[in-house]
C-alpha cells in the first residue's frame, strides 16, 4: 500500500502517485506508459490518465509493482482480474511481479500438453485461481538465481517440475530438472534452452516455438560483479543465441526481462534479440533429475 506521506514530488498532482519506496524496476513504466515515467531512481506519475484505457492500465501497474509503490484514489480490483494478460496467441505477461526478483517479469505459455511458467511471479490467490482454471502449471522455466521469486510457491502447489541451470541451483537446490553444459537443450518439441551465461554463470533464455525468446535478465551485465570477460561472454552467448533461431522474427515479449533500468547494452541486446538466424539444437540434451 503506497504511504502519501512518502509521495515523490516528480508526481504531477492527482489521482495516482508513487512514493519513496519505489525500486524502479520498471514495471509501471511498461504498462502505462502514459502515465509513468522514470526520474532519477524512481518512476513518478508524468501525467494523470486522460481516459478509461489510460486509467485501466495505471491500476494495473498499480496492481503489478512488486513494492506496493503506487497510490490512487479508487480500487484495482478490477484491473486485478486482467491478470494474466495476454501478450500474443497462448504466451501471456503473469503480472504480480516480485520484489524478491526486483521486480522481473513472469510469463505463462498455455499448452494442451501442459502449461509453462517462465520465470515466478509473486504467489497471489488471484494468480493461484487463474492459473488453476487455465490448466494448472507442469514446467516451471527459471531463467537465473535472481528471478525464482515464489517458484518453490507455485511447484508446490500444481506440482510442477522447475528447470534451472546447474550453475544457478543454489537458489532453488530442491529443482525437479537441472541443466547440465552450455549447450541448446530440447525441452520439449516446441521448448529449446540456450544458456547465456554472462549476467550470472548459469543464466539461460528460452526459446518457445521459434518465435518468442524469453530473455530473462541475459542482456543485463553488471560489469562490477561480471567483469569485462563476464560482459564479453554475455554479448557473445546473446548472438550466439540469436543466431540459433531459426526463420521468423523473433518477438521479445513485453521487454527484454531485466528488473533495473535499461542501459545502451540491453538496448543492442533486444535489436539482436529481434535478428534472424538458424536455430538447431545439434547437440543431445544434457539434463539429470535429481
Ligand atoms: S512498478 Fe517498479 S518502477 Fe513502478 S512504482 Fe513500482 S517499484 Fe517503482
Not at 116 to 142: K, Q
Request: aromatic residues 8%.
Amino acid at each position: 500500500m503506497a504511504d502519501r506521506s512518502k509521495r515523490l514530488p516528480e508526481n504531477v498532482e492527482g489521482e495516482f502517485f508513487v512514493d519513496s519506496t519505489c525500486i524502479d524496476c520498471d514495471t509501471c513504466r511498461q504498462l502505462a506508459p502514459a502515465t509513468f515515467r522514470e526520474t532519477g531512481s524512481y518512476s513518478a506519475v508524468f501525467a494523470q490518465p486522460r481516459n478509461p484505457g489510460e486509467r485501466r492500465a495505471a491500476l494495473r501497474a498499480l496492481a503489478a509493482c512488486p513494492t506496493g509503490s503506487i497510490g490512487a484514489r479508487g480500487s484495482a480490483r478490477e484491473a486485478v482480474l486482467d491478470f494474466p494478460l495476454t501478450v500474443e496467441d497462448e504466451v501471456y505477461y503473469c503480472g504480480f511481479n516480485s520484489a524478491k526478483s526486483y521486480g522481473g517479469n513472469s510469463y505463462f505459455v498455455r499448452r494442451p500438453e501442459g502449461n509453462w511458467l517462465i520465470d515466478s511471479p509473486r504467489f497471489t490467490a488471484h494468480l493461484v485461481r487463474r492459473f488453476r482454471e487455465m490448466g494448472g502449471i507442469r514446467c516451471i522455466f527459471l531463467t537465473h538465481r535472481d528471478d525464482v521469486a515464489d517458484a518453490r510457491c507455485c511447484a508446490a502447489e500444481f506440482g510442477g517440475i522447475r528447470f534451472i541451470h546447474r550453475k544457478e541451483l543454489a537458489a532453488q537446490p530442491d529443482a525437479e530438472q537441472v541443466m547440465e553444459g552450455f549447450d541448446p537443450i530440447r525441452l520439449a518439441p516446441d521448448f529449446l534452452t540456450i544458456p547465456t551465461p554472462g549476467h550470472t554463470p548459469g543464466h539461460c533464455v528460452l526459446l518457445y516455438r521459434g518465435a518468442f525468446l524469453f530473455t530473462g535478465e541475459s542482456s543485463l551485465v553488471e560489469p562490477r560483479t561480471a567483469g569485462a570477460l563476464g560482459i564479453a561472454r554475455s554479448v557473445l552467448a546473446f548472438v550466439a543465441a540469436a543466431d540459433r533461431v531459426d526463420g521468423e522474427t523473433v518477438r521479445v515479449p513485453v521487454r527484454l526481462g531485466p528488473a533495473r533500468p535499461r542501459t545502451a547494452g540491453q538496448v543492442a541486446a533486444g535489436r539482436i534479440a529481434r535478428a534472424t538466424g538458424s536455430a538447431r539444437a545439434t547437440h543431445a540434451p544434457s539434463l539429470k533429475t535429481k
